[in-house]
């Protein structure tokens, strides 16, 4: 089920006081809007009536798509550094719901989902498009990895990182956003071959796959914060 509350919010440029619904659970094979709305950006976007000013309300909430086999604990991107003490309540979380706590039912839906966090909406993003390219999102940092080796002008920050954005015809569309504004600074696209020698790359990669692959942070974040 998809849970929200109404709660009063203020902009964060001139205070004006708003009522917003702040989502706490998405569940979108129930509300696929909610799945399109994260894709596109709208999802908790917010206007101010006073002075116009556009925003974004940090994600907090637990995301569950059963068709493509996803769950994901979604943070606000302030909580990046808190990554390891949120992984052991987020899988206590899962557990209880789907893992080894639950019924065998439960537990065997459980088996069929991919258990993530994600800190902030462009991370958060590209899990669900990432998905829908069927990219493996273990090999997507390792591409990642590579593409950050290869350049030395690449404009990353403490808030700006490099995510998967499309696939379109010029292969994987990749973006350099500001994780606090969901702003868009550049983007450039990758073939998709240079993906699949990495995917079947075992000997080179093999290493640092299980240790991104390990755990529920499958992020290259991991290993800068
Ligand atoms: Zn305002």
């Known amino acids: 089920m998809s849970m929200f509350e109404t709660q009063t919010i203020h902009c964060p440029a001139c205070g004006t006081a708003k009522q917003a619904d702040m989502f706490f659970s998405v569940n ?33 909430f637990n995301y569950l798509d059963l068709r493509r086999g996803q769950w994901i604990a979604v943070h606000p991107f302030s909580r990046l ?16 719901a789907y893992g080894v706590a639950a019924s065998r039912g439960a537990r065997e839906i459980g088996a ?3 258990v993530r966090m994600v800190f902030g909406w462009p991370a958060f993003r590209e899990k669900l498009v990432a998905a829908e390219a ?23 920050s403490g808030t700006v990182e490099l995510r998967f954005a499309e696939e379109n015809i010029d292969g994987l569309f990749m973006v350099w956003v500001d994780a606090t504004t969901d702003t868009v600074v550049d983007g450039f696209a990758v073939p998709r071959l240079a993906y699949e020698q990495i995917a ?18 499958v992020d290259m974040q991991r290993l800068m914060v």
């Open 28 to 60: 979108a094979d129930r509300r696929p809007d909610l799945r399109a709305a994260v894709i596109d950006g709208s999802f908790q976007r917010q206007t101010c009536a006073n002075c116009q000013a556009v925003f974004r309300i940090d994600p907090d």
């Open 200 to 217: 079947t790359n075992v000997e080179d990669w093999g290493d640092l796959r299980a240790e991104i692959g390990t755990g529920l942070f």
């Open 134 to 156: 069927g990219l493996d999102d273990r090999d997507l940092e390792l591409l990642k990895m590579a593409l950050l080796r290869a350049r030395d002008d690449a404009p990353i």
């Open 81 to 96: 550094g808190d990554w390891a003490e949120l992984q052991a309540a987020d899988q206590a979380s899962f557990d209880t």
């Open 112 to 114: 069929g989902l991919a």
